[in-house]
């Protein structure tokens, strides 16, 4: 067939697409090219723009290694994540849920680690933190041996990754619920961090004229057969950026009320001494439980 005109391009081009055989895929591939011809006539993009933006995507894969995806940074700072995240959890957000994003971070098989330790592996500063987590189903009943994956960053806003001074898996660890769907462990308290503008995200949200910071977090991985796996992330309600967080990540469900004890006996024992705690509840969904393959798989060379 020859093609002399935009419109038979894509006609003929989609008519190839519903050739493909498995269901889903066909639908993803007829969906993916009406979208991306339409984006190229909408914007009237040029020859030019159109060789920048291959080089682009290019050098997304080219500006990710095992302690980096520049990938999962980009879905991010443009909403994609956040999007799937919620339209795929919450029936299809009619309603408010715990899943959140991912994030560029996670890191498979860190310690697993018994229920109320600490999962500070290496002097790292910060404010004493202790959490307490409980994993309910949507019938409010708890689900109990559930692995819970804990992972944040620093109070400097790095993660162990990032950081070739803090020990392998520091401040990560592996949680299983007990009957009550409850976990507990000691931290530090989290700091916001700038996400890395030294690659092409930077360059975008220079464009944008958008800060680089994401509000203070705490970031789950809740996993167990016959429940959907949810990954989450709680947020500071004391901190600044939670508006505008730039991975467009903050829902209202998923803000922790941090509190402050001075004075206190820690839970660990230790009397008279300043401590925060933060106690929160994870709704999980009946579905398919699946682990992702992780964005990185190693930490930064010292
Ligand atoms: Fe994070």
């Known amino acids: 067939m020859f093609i002399n005109k935009p419109q038979e391009l894509t006609h003929y081009v989609l008519e190839q697409m519903a050739k493909t055989e498995d269901p889903?895929?066909?639908?993803?591939?007829?969906?993916?090219?009406?979208h991306l011809h339409a984006f190229v006539s909408d914007v009237a993009l040029t020859e030019a723009e159109f060789h920048q933006a291959c080089g682009l995507i290019a050098k997304l894969g080219q500006q990710s290694s095992a302690s980096h995806n520049e990938v999962?940074?980009?879905?991010?700072s443009l909403g994609v994540s956040a999007l799937v995240c919620l339209s795929n959890n919450g029936e299809g957000g009619k309603r408010a849920t715990t899943a959140n994003l991912m994030g560029p971070f996670w890191r498979q098989d860190s310690p697993l680690t018994a229920s109320g330790e600490s999962i500070v592996r290496s002097t790292t500063p910060g404010e004493t933190l202790y959490v307490n987590?409980?994993?309910?189903?949507?019938?409010?009943?708890?689900?109990?041996?559930?692995?819970?994956?804990?992972?944040?960053?620093?109070?400097?806003g790095f993660?162990?990754?990032?950081?070739?001074?803090?020990a392998e898996m520091n401040l990560r660890g592996r949680f299983e619920t007990d009957s009550e769907g409850h976990i507990a462990f000691q931290t530090i308290k989290p700091a916001g961090y700038p996400i890395p503008i030294?690659?092409?995200?930077?360059?975008?949200?220079?464009?944008?004229?958008?800060h680089n910071m994401r509000p203070a977090h705490l970031h789950f991985l809740i996993f167990?057969?016959?429940?959907?796996?949810q990954f989450s992330q709680v947020y500071s309600s004391d901190d600044p950026y939670l508006e505008t967080d730039?991975?467009?990540?903050?829902?209202?469900?998923?803000?922790?009320?941090?509190?402050?004890?001075?004075?206190e006996t820690e839970p660990n024992g230790v009397e008279g001494s300043n401590?925060?705690?933060?106690?929160?509840?994870?709704?999980v969904e009946p579905g398919v439980a699946y682990l992702p393959k992780p964005p990185i798989s190693a930490k930064v060379e010292a």
């Open 72 to 76: 999962t940074l980009m879905a991010g």
């Open 246 to 263: 730039v991975q467009f990540g903050v829902t209202q469900a998923l803000i922790g009320q941090y509190v402050w004890h001075e004075g």
């Open 224 to 229: 167990k057969e016959g429940f959907k796996t």
């Open 159 to 166: 993660y162990e990754n990032q950081d070739a001074s803090q």
């Open 24 to 34: 889903r895929t066909r639908e993803i591939m007829v969906g993916l090219v009406k």
């Open 198 to 210: 030294n690659g092409l995200v930077g360059e975008v949200l220079s464009q944008l004229g958008r």
């Open 133 to 156: 987590a409980w994993v309910r189903d949507l019938q409010g009943q708890p689900v109990s041996h559930a692995m819970v994956d804990v992972w944040h960053s620093s109070s400097k």
């Open 275 to 283: 401590w925060w705690s933060l106690d929160f509840v994870f709704e």
